[in-house]
């Protein structure tokens, strides 16, 4: 058979299936269970946004916040329920053309947020212009590093600060796709994502893990002696020892349910990581083989591809690994999606949980004791 009739044999069988699994939906394509998870998820309160994309939260030295990564290239403050959201930052002083709901390159795209707590500076990752950071006042950001080895800095993801040290670690998960590209970075099978160590006081970076297929959140433990990068077509969760004896090496610290966005760590040690999805019968499929997760790319429209990935059914899970063995300690999830879904980070503070969501304009709080 000809190359150009099987092409058009695969679209349109792709095409067939496309409309059956719309129609019959999740029974067919649903997201595979995790044995004792809890779907407490339901309770959570939600906070709106005026701005999408709220993907990652935290608070200053003096406790408050929290502050948000939005669409449009602005960083918000939560003042309360009676001042709501104000702005705090922004990456990029071309504002012309930014959206709430639509990420415009121009304007950037704050993913990972860490403060530094000795400084009151927040430092954060760009998804197109590399590491940010801006004073306690606010205002427009600065550039901390956009190149590492003499390679320019893609899609950088989420960071950590060594505050001991005076190190920020973070992720580049591509060195193609910028963050508008995200599912090409994921699906397309290229191992070009790195996690990176940047000194602060030397101004020197180095690449200390590479190799990675799209690597995601990353995180320091308590004690700083390792950190973690979470590769998430594997579901591998990815250790550098940065102190003691296995120093430089690395090695596999847990393997995840699910494909992770960020991973916190929490006060005690441990870990909470938050899943886009759940692993599902597409998800499996599509990330067979490069050229079958390239196929979909090109073939269906990214609504549908989402649509899929999730098994047809948008929903939440987060996971919390133990900081010491990466055992999984606790799931939760809103298993139906009918409060949270999409979400991309979950925060552990005073006995509750806080969760970011890449696409939604809302973020969620949990009591959680």
């Not at 058979?1 to 059956?20: E, F, G, H």
């Not at 930052?89 to 990972?112: F, I, M, Q």
């Amino acid at each position: 058979m000809p190359i150009s009739q099987k092409l058009r044999t695969w679209a349109v069988a792709t095409a067939v299936i496309a409309v059956v699994v719309v129609f019959v939906g999740p029974s067919i394509i649903g997201p595979e269970s995790i044995v004792g998870s809890r779907n407490v998820l339901t309770t959570a309160k939600m906070i709106q946004l005026p701005v999408d994309g709220p993907e990652s939260l935290d608070w200053d030295p003096r406790g408050e916040g929290p502050y948000v990564g939005v669409t449009d290239g602005r960083i918000l403050k939560w003042r309360g329920a009676d001042l709501g959201w104000v702005e705090f930052a922004y990456s990029s002083p071309h504002r012309g053309n930014c959206s709430s709901n639509k990420v415009e390159p121009a304007c950037g795209r704050p993913l990972g947020l860490s403060f530094e707590k000795k400084s009151g500076d927040l430092y954060f990752c760009d998804g197109y212009f590399g590491v940010m950071k801006v004073g306690p006042k606010g205002g427009l950001a600065e550039k901390v590093i956009d190149e590492v080895e003499g390679q320019t800095i893609m899609f950088a993801n989420q960071m950590d600060i060594d505050e001991e040290e005076d190190v920020i670690y973070f992720n580049d998960s591509s060195d193609t796709y910028h963050f508008g590209d995200v599912f090409f970075a994921f699906l397309c099978g290229e191992k070009t994502g790195r996690a990176i160590r940047y000194d602060k006081k030397t101004k020197e970076a180095k690449v200390i893990m590479d190799r990675l297929h799209f690597p995601n959140g990353l995180a320091i433990s308590k004690d700083g002696s390792f950190v973690l990068s979470c590769e998430v077509p594997t579901q591998l969760v990815h250790r550098y020892w940065a102190k003691g004896p296995k120093a430089g090496t690395r090695d596999i610290f847990a393997k995840l349910p699910g494909y992770a966005d960020n991973i916190r760590r929490t006060d005690t040690g441990d870990f909470w990581v938050a899943l886009h999805s759940k692993k599902t019968p597409f998800s499996r499929f599509s990330l067979m083989h490069p050229w079958i997760g390239k196929f979909f790319i090109k073939t269906l429209k990214m609504e549908l591809l989402v649509f899929l990935f999730e098994g047809g059914k948008p929903h939440a899970a987060a996971v919390k690994l133990c900081g010491k063995t990466g055992e999984v300690l606790e799931v939760l999830e809103d298993s139906e999606g009918k409060n949270l879904k999409f979400i991309s980070e979950v925060q552990e503070r005073d006995g509750k949980l806080w969760f970011g969501s890449v696409f939604l304009p809302s973020v969620w709080v949990l009591d959680h004791q």
